[in-house]
């Protein structure tokens, strides 16, 4: 509507314009010497816009001829780089579907065309990879990282290549320069991290978590626990070897992660080493809160070597408090009840744990406690249960378990926490019944092979004892 209005008030300028020209009494003459030519304005106007006009479209058209080769040649140009481009794209398509023939066939003719192109590249080296040519594939990568738009994706692919080949050297230094091209790039991070965990370099995996905390890679949370988690390593690594430092580290580990019971116990252990008994019942006690653990008991119960077993009972006593809180807490005031002699006392502590399925460890405890009371049968009847009851608990980290608390999962290589707990749920039917007052397993085997009983283990189940 606006164009409308402007194209009509344009119509109406021009029609004043050549009405006002029409009234003008003036002439234009123009003299030569054989002829005087006389026009009014207006005529002498238009005449001269018709001369503008034709002089316009005859340089033009002059225009057109002189840069038409020019053109002619950014047609050429123009047509050659489309099929390019189009083979280019036929080329990813094929590499995408596995077809590793026609991908180099395409990247091939693309490469002809598009000299600087990076995606010829990238093609170049799939079209490597599908055929199995790591020769071809490293070169290919190495190329990328001559350019500074794809030096990055170079760097990754060299990475992934050294990375397969087991060269975890070369690996990390292929890491590191990447990383250092760009901090924030998640993928290096990683990697580096992978590498030094592999490699049990705790101290810079600990760094490495830093760094990508500080860049956003990772929430402050999570960054926080798996820094402890390596703190923890690192103290547990040093114990031995420099204790001041170990102490130092599972201080630290603890200040980020009051729950983890490694760091707890290289510090209530260094602390009695030198002769610190109250240091180490305090980092003990605020553990076992947390996260209750027969070790924690039994570094609690070793925290004055020279007492005796009923001093040792008091100092459990004082740690686990009420037994019927949790089976830890039963467990670890039993154990150190029957090292005392105290019997009645472990009976009592065990009593809310035995009713219906009890752990294999408290099966044990059991029978001890009933051969040192005299019943052999009972004794017996508990050590026959024990054969059949759930697992203990053990450490278990991505579902594998293992003797040893590890900071490092052993199935993605990631940084998780370690679990205390059974290895795997205990399948149905795998329980304890009483019938007739004898004890009978539920299950009952019929195969006629003698360790038919330990074919079936559980997925997560590592056949660790």
Known sequence: MIQLLWRFLLLVFAAIAFAWLADRPEKIVIQSPLHEIQVSLLVGVVLL???????????????????SPKTVRESMRFRKHRKAYESLSRGIIAAGAGDAQA???????????????????????????????????????????????TELLGLRGLFAEAKQAGDWVTARKIAERALAKNARLPWASTAILQVQTTAKDWAQAAATIAQQGKAGLLPRDEATKKQAILLSAQALDLEEKDRERAQAFAHDALSHDASLVPA???????????????????????????????????????????DGAEEKFERVRDLVGRPETNLESAFALARAAIAAKRWDVAKVALETYVTEQPQARICGMMAQIEDAQG?????????????????????VSDGVASPRWTPVSPVTGEIIACAWKPPFEQPPGLGWQSQNDEAVPLLETTSTKPNSAETFRPPDDPGIE
């Open 49 to 67: 816009s018709l001369v503008l006009v034709a002089a316009y479209f005859i340089w033009k058209l002059l225009h057109r001829i002189w840069s």
């Open 103 to 149: 991908a180099a066939k395409h990247a091939a003719i693309a490469s002809e065309t598009l000299k600087n192109e990076p995606l010829i590249t990238l093609l170049t080296a799939q079209a490597a990879q599908l055929k199995g040519d790591r020769a071809g594939v490293k070169r290919a990568f190495e190329d990328m990282t001559k350019s500074p738009d």
């Open 264 to 306: 707890a116990l290289v510090a209530a252990r260094t602390h009695v080493a030198n002769g610190n008994p109250k240091k180490a019942l305090k980092i003990l006690r605020a553990t076992w809160a947390l996260s209750p653990h027969p070790d924690l008991a039994e570094v609690a119960s070793n925290a004055k070597p020279n």
């Open 375 to 395: 019943d052999k049968g009972r004794s017996r009847e508990w050590l026959a249960r024990a054969l059949h009851a759930p697992r203990d608990p053990i450490w």
